[in-house]
């Protein structure tokens, strides 16, 4: 069993910055697929930032350039570095985990080849 646990969100203006975290325990074998999602009321839960066991990364357009994705193996901990946020960044964040290979890359299909999510940390951006 993993469990995946996210940390770091909270409330900052416009332009700011901020850092989640998400540490997965239990161990997650490779190959795997490491994925940022979001979601607001009523929308459907949507994958900003993927990353492969590989280390392959893939952004949805929303995020590119702005948002990075990274891992430390050694920590087994998941980051998205969240710089220049706008208020349509606020929402609910979630780290999900999905074992195989093979579709690790921003889409709808993602939130469906997840075997492990974390409970979600709030983001909330200011104008």
């Known amino acids: 069993q993993v469990d995946l646990v996210e940390s770091g969100g909270g409330s900052v203006q416009a332009g700011g910055s901020l850092r989640l975290s998400c540490a997965a325990s239990?161990?997650?074998?490779?190959?795997?697929?490491m994925v940022w999602f979001r979601q607001t009321p009523g929308k459907e839960r949507e994958a900003v930032a993927a990353i492969d066991s590989d280390g392959s990364l893939n952004y949805d357009n929303s995020v590119r350039g702005r948002f990075t994705i990274s891992q430390n193996n050694a920590k087994n901990t998941l980051y998205l570095q969240m710089n220049s946020l706008k208020p349509e960044d606020t929402a609910m964040y979630y780290c999900?985990?999905?074992?195989?290979?093979?579709?690790?890359?921003?889409?709808?299909?993602?939130?469906?080849?997840?075997?492990?999510w974390g409970k979600g940390t709030l983001v909330t951006i200011s104008s």
């Open positions: 239990g161990g997650i074998s490779r190959p795997y697929c």
């Open positions: 999900g985990a999905g074992l195989g290979a093979g579709y690790c890359y921003t889409g709808d299909h993602l939130r469906h080849n997840m075997d492990y």
